[in-house]
């Protein structure tokens, strides 16, 4: 991690993790949507993101939503955490 503000790494990260997140479940929709349902993945996703259901839009739009969130509150919460060890053990 290049030395800066904590601020800054937290923005990087945070958008970083977010947008992987979110194309990694849109992929995942897709390939749900296109795969035989033996091959589905909906049964991961379902109780990792609240008021997800597979096949509605209200559903699909909150596993979007809260795929996108769960990359900010990775960031949020590792990279302080990183700084912290990275300082007490370098």
Known sequence: ??????????????????????????????????????????????PLLPWFEWLTLSGFLAGAVGSF???WYIALVAVPLYRFFQARFS
């Open 1 to 46: 991690m290049v030395k800066g503000s904590i601020k800054s790494s937290i923005f990087a990260w945070g958008w970083t993790l977010s947008v992987f997140l979110l194309v990694s479940y849109l992929l995942c929709i897709a390939f749900g949507a296109l795969a035989p349902e033996r091959f589905h993945m909906h049964e991961a996703w379902a």
């Open 69 to 71: 969130l769960y990359g």
